[in-house]
């Protein structure tokens, strides 16, 4: 059994800033590209920023330059953090991350369970 628990959602005022971490636990033998998304109600799930494992970051277009994704591979924890707040980055944000699983090494892809971000003033 896999777990991904997001932590760090709150209340932020524009121009805030705030940090997402995503911990991984159970059976995890390896662990490989960890990404974060969020979503709007109504609206798609979107991609936000991918890490490999190697710590070789992507981000959208939109994200780039104010949010920055990292990890701890030693803690199987990602971060996303999130600087320059606007209040339509209000959203959702989940945890992504595709997991080989011990003892079976069968490689699954697992989600978090989300942690609420509001920007507002």
């Known amino acids: 059994q896999v777990q991904l628990v997001e932590s760090g959602g709150g209340l932020a005022q524009p121009g805030g800033s705030l940090r997402l971490s995503c911990a991984a636990s159970?059976?995890?033998?390896?662990?490989?590209?960890m990404a974060w998304y969020r979503q709007v109600a109504g609206k798609q799930r979107e991609l936000v920023a991918t890490?490999?494992?190697?710590?070789?970051?992507n981000y959208v277009d939109a994200m780039k330059g104010r949010f920055t994704i990292s990890r701890d591979n030693a803690k199987n924890t990602a971060y996303l953090q999130m600087n320059s707040l606007k209040p339509e980055d209000t959203a959702v944000y989940y945890c992504?991350?595709?997991?080989?699983?011990?003892?079976?090494?069968?490689?699954?892809?697992?989600w978090g369970q989300g942690t609420q971000v509001t920007v507002s003033s």
């Open positions: 992504n991350a595709n997991i080989k699983v011990a003892p079976t090494r069968r490689i699954s892809n697992y």
């Open positions: 159970g059976s995890i033998f390896e662990i490989y590209t």
């Open positions: 890490i490999t494992a190697g710590g070789s970051a």
